[in-house]
């Protein structure tokens, strides 16, 4: 084992505080990874606070990881010491499962979470990116492009993977009109996304606050869900909406923004479960659809098409011992748009 530094929640609700825990050796098909930033995902929030059910304690948060190599095992050919590289919100999956599906494996049987998890086959925990470093089977690990800064790259190995994927999956284009639902952590990296990829982009923020924002990311409307009016100005003309919000909404409402055949799209996770009226589907033919991240290979081919077009996270910097700070902030939605952590001050 090797001895790492990082941050903690001992228990549910509990402060991060600094923790030394065990890394594993590394095996043949390991890379051993420095640990340069890691994004602050709203993820990390409920999950320290087990509002999902599913945290294992103590818990190293951290799965927008961003860093350099510093060993590699003996049987990994897609990387060297010194490549820029990154680590997402998983760390391995069922290589042998009947279903398996390198396409969409985030979504087959045996995901084992960068955080919150554990290792195959053991009773170590995995531990996520608020840490000095960490040790990561090849097949998991994704190259940076090295037109991107490591520290804005970060937020893109979930909030920017969180967004491409629906926006791939569903065809935003051009021709296409897509809305994206709170211009947050994961709705800023959906409008510069979409609009890369050509489609015409409405912002749906309960206020115009960040309108400027969002329009220089790239939207080409911005709408206030405050004003009852956006709702008439708006029924029925979207081929695409993307609700990237935490909080209970009226499903319904929003829905009514489709077009015939509209597709709307949950990437936000409420805790507490909703409710829907049947006639908010059927009249419009229209599809309640939910996404979760990307597989191995869509994420690089995410990386690549940020890099190639130059898309990074909005971000401010923080030291490791400003992260309570930090989510304290973020429940207010006090961040424009993703705190990264520079992990040189752990």
Same mark, same amino acid.
């Given at each position: 084992?090797?001895?790492?530094?990082?941050?903690?929640?001992?228990?549910?609700?509990?402060?991060?505080?600094?923790?030394?825990?065990?890394?594993?050796?590394?095996? /043949?098909?390991?890379?051993?990874?420095?640990?340069?930033?890691? %994004?602050?995902?709203?993820?990390?929030?409920?999950?320290?606070?087990? %509002?999902?059910?599913?945290?294992?304690?103590?818990?190293?948060? +951290?799965?927008?990881?961003?860093?350099?190599?510093?060993?590699?095992?003996?049987?990994?050919?897609?990387?060297?010491?010194?490549?820029?590289?990154?680590? +997402?919100?998983?760390? /391995?999956?069922?290589? =042998?499962?009947?279903?398996?599906?390198?396409?969409?494996?985030? $979504? #087959?049987?045996?995901?084992?979470?960068?955080?919150?998890?554990?290792? &195959?086959?053991?009773? @170590? &925990? !995995?531990?996520?990116? $608020?840490?000095?470093?960490?040790?990561?089977?090849?097949?998991?690990? @994704?190259?940076?492009?090295?037109?991107?800064?490591?520290?804005?790259?970060?937020?893109?190995?979930?909030?920017?993977?969180?967004?491409?994927?629906?926006?791939?999956?569903?065809?935003?284009?051009?021709?296409?009109?897509?809305?994206?639902?709170? *211009?947050?952590?994961? %709705?800023?990296?959906?409008?510069?996304?979409?609009?890369?990829?050509?489609?015409?982009? !409405?912002?749906?923020?309960?206020?115009?606050?960040?309108?400027?924002?969002?329009?220089? #990311?790239?939207? /080409?409307?911005?709408?206030? =869900?405050? /004003?009852?009016?956006?709702?008439?100005?708006?029924?029925?003309?979207?081929? *695409?909406?993307?609700?990237?919000?935490?909080?209970?909404?009226?499903?319904?409402?929003?829905?009514?923004?489709?077009?015939?055949?509209?597709?709307?799209?949950?990437?936000?996770?409420?805790?507490?479960?909703?409710?829907?009226?049947?006639?908010?589907?059927?009249?419009?033919?229209?599809?309640?659809?939910?996404?979760?991240?990307?597989?191995?290979?869509?994420?690089?081919?995410?990386?690549?098409?940020?890099?190639?077009? +130059?898309?990074?996270?909005?971000?401010?910097?923080?030291?490791?011992?400003?992260?309570?700070?930090? $989510?304290?902030?973020?429940?207010?939605?006090?961040?424009?748009?993703?705190?990264?952590?520079?992990?040189?001050?752990?």
């Amino acid at each position: 084992m090797a001895i790492a530094k990082g941050y903690a929640a001992a228990t549910a609700s509990a402060p991060l505080t600094p923790f030394t825990f065990d890394r594993r050796e590394p095996n /043949d098909d390991d890379v051993v990874i420095a640990i340069k930033h890691c %994004g602050v995902c709203h993820s990390d929030l409920h999950m320290v606070d087990n %509002g999902w059910g599913q945290s294992v304690y103590p818990i190293v948060p +951290g799965h927008e990881i961003t860093g350099v190599v510093t060993a590699v095992g003996s049987k990994v050919s897609r990387f060297k010491e010194g490549d820029r590289v990154g680590v +997402g919100c998983f760390v /391995d999956s069922c290589t =042998t499962c009947a279903a398996r599906d390198l396409d969409r494996e985030q $979504y #087959m049987p045996g995901l084992i979470l960068t955080y919150s998890g554990f290792e &195959p086959g053991s009773d @170590l &925990p !995995t531990y996520g990116g $608020y840490s000095d470093h960490m040790v990561v089977k090849e097949g998991y690990v @994704l190259s940076i492009p090295d037109s991107l800064p490591l520290d804005a790259a970060a937020p893109l190995l979930c909030a920017g993977i969180t967004l491409y994927s629906p926006l791939r999956h569903w065809n935003a284009g051009p021709g296409k009109t897509v809305a994206i639902l709170g *211009l947050g952590g994961l %709705g800023h990296m959906g409008v510069k996304l979409a609009h890369a990829l050509g489609a015409e982009v !409405t912002v749906l923020s309960q206020t115009l606050s960040k309108q400027e924002d969002g329009l220089k #990311m790239g939207a /080409d409307h911005y709408y206030a =869900t405050s /004003d009852p009016k956006t709702f008439e100005t708006l029924a029925g003309t979207f081929d *695409l909406l993307i609700c990237t919000v935490s909080a209970a909404l009226d499903w319904g409402a929003y829905l009514n923004l489709l077009k015939v055949d509209g597709t709307m799209v949950l990437v936000g996770a409420p805790e507490e479960p909703a409710t829907l009226n049947a006639f908010a589907l059927i009249p419009g033919r229209r599809t309640l659809a939910g996404s979760m991240i990307g597989s191995i290979k869509e994420t690089q081919e995410m990386l690549d098409f940020c890099g190639e077009h +130059g898309i990074v996270a909005d971000i401010e910097t923080i030291a490791i011992d400003q992260i309570n700070e930090a $989510y304290a902030r973020m429940q207010k939605s006090d961040v424009r748009y993703r705190f990264v952590i520079d992990m040189s001050t752990l």
